[in-house]
């Protein structure tokens, strides 16, 4: 027999061996982009989506560096391709293993998942708008054992779905997603009807793929939270309480509404940069003017400023898109002070919705001077305790008495309703 082997052997010849340097060998394959290793956690399993095949690749340069958010973020949502969410399962392992602190994963729950509400009830969050009209709405479901499903999903008003993202979450994990939560948008998330919050994300979505905006990868995972979309518009969460509002609430509500600017939701809203700009130049241009000898020209000229400003700004346009914010705004105001206030901000919403040039011009209204008067704060603040502003010094007749063309003189930022 191991003549007929040796036999048989010999008649195929020997195995052939790959050279040295030849192409035995698969080509090296590209390195992985630098964001996608710098993944965070809600970026996660977008980049993992993307990398594809090279998912597993992916886990590995993550534990390498290690990113504990990102492993545990593929390892729990639902979008996730198998082979890479089973790396990811694997690496919190690893990580673990040498000392890493990393989020604990939920329990697997048993039985079918339904997507229409049956075995777990469902609620819906949302943060109301900054001063760039960014807006966050979260959707979840509580499964049987305790773990949530949620999605996520950042929307700018004119732009529409700019960010999204989902997974799975054990009950204690709730606390650490409502801090990210609070730290990335300046306010914790308000509880809201299910119904409207889908009907805005489907609103958002709809503008993205009306302007062309590239929609977020994940979408689709979210799709069993965010839908079914209702057929008709839903109302407005506080509908009700504004339908109560009367014309001598709404008549009032200006008288002394610069103070509702210290409330959380919307102290952060300022007018665009390029107004405070504006309103720089325009204020040195005045005391120009009157010639910088006369230094207590300053402060009346700021008033005066300001109130020009806040006419100019606040157009029909922008009054009817600011009135929709400040709706949204009275809905974490309400849950967190009662009625009265959000009632104050509804009515001025309204108020704000019918200012015009001639009859109620916007310098009437305090709450939209406030939004300059923080402005100018904010910068005198920046810049020290004073307000730079560029002033044109008159040219001398005289050359050697010549100064240069342009100079910025400091002024005090003070005026009636400054924060």
Not at 95 to 109: D, F, H, I, K, T
Not at 278 to 296: C, D, H, Y
Not at 306 to 330: K, N, S, V
Request: aromatic share 4%; net charge negative.
């Amino acid at each position: 027999m191991r003549a007929k082997a040796s036999k048989l052997l010999s008649a195929q010849g020997p195995k052939p061996t790959p050279e040295r340097g030849g192409a035995a060998e698969p080509p090296p394959s590209e390195p992985l982009p630098e964001q996608w290793l710098d993944a965070t956690h809600d970026d996660a399993p977008g980049i993992a989506a993307q990398a594809g095949d090279r998912g597993a690749e992916l886990v590995q340069a993550w534990i390498d560096r290690p990113n504990a958010d990102a492993i545990a973020a593929v390892a729990t949502a639902d979008g996730t391709p198998g082979p890479t969410r089973k790396a990811a399962r694997r690496a919190l392992g690893v990580l673990r293993s040498r000392g890493v602190e990393v989020c604990e994963l939920p329990a697997p729950v048993p039985g079918p998942e339904s997507s229409s509400g049956e075995g777990g009830s469902w609620s819906a969050t949302f943060v109301s708008p900054d001063s760039n009209g960014m807006v966050f709405f979260s959707i979840s479901q509580k499964l049987p054992g305790g773990n949530y499903r949620v999605a996520d999903a950042v929307v700018q008003e004119s732009v529409g779905i700019v960010h999204v993202s989902s997974g799975r979450l054990a009950g204690k994990q709730i606390r650490r997603w409502r801090q990210r939560v609070e730290s990335r948008f300046g306010a914790r998330p308000t509880e809201v009807p299910i119904d409207w919050a889908r009907w805005c994300i489907a609103q958002a979505r709809r503008r993205a793929e009306q302007s062309g905006q590239v929609l977020p990868l994940g979408l689709e995972s979210c799709a069993p939270l965010f839908e079914p979309v209702p057929p008709n518009p839903p109302e407005h969460p506080l509908a009700a309480l504004e339908r109560e509002l009367g014309e001598a609430e709404i008549g009032a509500a200006g008288a002394g509404s610069a103070d509702l600017h210290r409330e959380p939701e919307l102290r952060t809203w300022l007018p665009a940069e390029e107004a405070l700009q504006e309103l720089l130049v325009k204020l040195g241009e005045r005391i120009s003017a009157a010639g910088t000898k006369e230094p207590e020209l300053a402060p009346g000229a700021l008033d005066q400023e300001i109130a020009a400003a806040t006419d100019r700004y606040f157009t029909p346009e922008r009054r009817e898109l600011l009135a929709g914010r400040m709706r949204d705004a009275a809905i974490p105001l309400r849950a967190r002070t009662g009625e009265a206030l959000a009632r104050r901000l509804l009515a001025l919403a309204e108020a704000v919705r019918r200012a015009g040039l001639i009859t109620t011009p916007p310098r009437e209204i305090p709450f939209l001077l406030g939004f300059f008067h923080k402005g100018v704060a904010m910068l005198w603040q920046q810049s020290g305790g004073n307000l730079r502003v560029p002033v044109r010094r008159p040219i001398s007749p005289e050359p050697a008495a010549a100064g240069p063309e342009e100079a910025s003189a400091p002024v005090e930022a003070a005026g009636e309703g400054d924060p």
